[in-house]
């Protein structure tokens, strides 16, 4: 059964490349090397090379991987201005896995910067829920600096952590 939903996968990539539409082929390649790990499935290195030789055919891969880096990391910045690291976090993966095989770099700049907008967003968010909850109390705007700025730290020494994480 999973070499088969592995196979399925791959002959979506197959289909979407052969249609022109690198993107979505890439995307569901990606999909199946997932699939293939998750249930510890062989995945021939040969099959990835056949799909990114005909992918490469039909246009620019490079370009293709480019696009979803920067689909990738939208929508992890979009989830941080919600105050969801950890979802930012699995767009910023998506956007790595998706750097690695178009050999991008990923700015270190844009990930402290969504790290930094998700801690604040989300210590906003629950001061103003605890300010509400204690009667319309608002939080004031030194107060709001100062826990910007803490959040901005906290934030930093997150991100140098994922770094590390990285490169260890």
């Avoid at 270190?108 to 907008?117: D, N, P, S």
């Avoid at 204690?134 to 600096?145: C, D, M, N, R």
Wanted: glycine letters at 6%; aromatic letters at 6%; proline letters at 2%.
């Amino acid at each position: 059964m999973a070499t088969s939903d592995l196979e399925n996968r791959l002959e979506v990539a197959r289909e979407y490349i052969a249609q022109g539409d690198i993107e979505r082929g890439l995307e569901w390649l990606h999909i199946a090397k997932h699939v293939a790990v998750n249930t510890q499935t062989y995945f021939p290195a040969e099959t990835i090379t056949a799909i990114l030789e005909s992918a490469k055919l039909k246009g620019d891969v490079g370009a293709a991987y480019r696009r979803l880096v920067e689909k990738e990391l939208s929508t992890a910045k979009d989830r941080a201005r919600r105050g969801c690291l950890d979802y930012a976090l699995k767009h910023i993966e998506q956007a790595r896995e998706y750097a690695a095989p178009g050999e991008i770099e990923l700015s270190r700049e844009t990930i402290k910067l969504i790290f930094e907008t998700a801690y604040q967003t989300n210590i906003v968010e629950r001061l103003e829920r605890l300010g509400r909850a204690k009667h319309g109390v608002a939080v004031s705007a030194p107060t709001l600096e100062k826990i910007g700025e803490l959040a901005r730290q906290d934030c930093r020494t997150a991100a140098e952590a994922y770094f590390g994480k990285l490169s260890g």
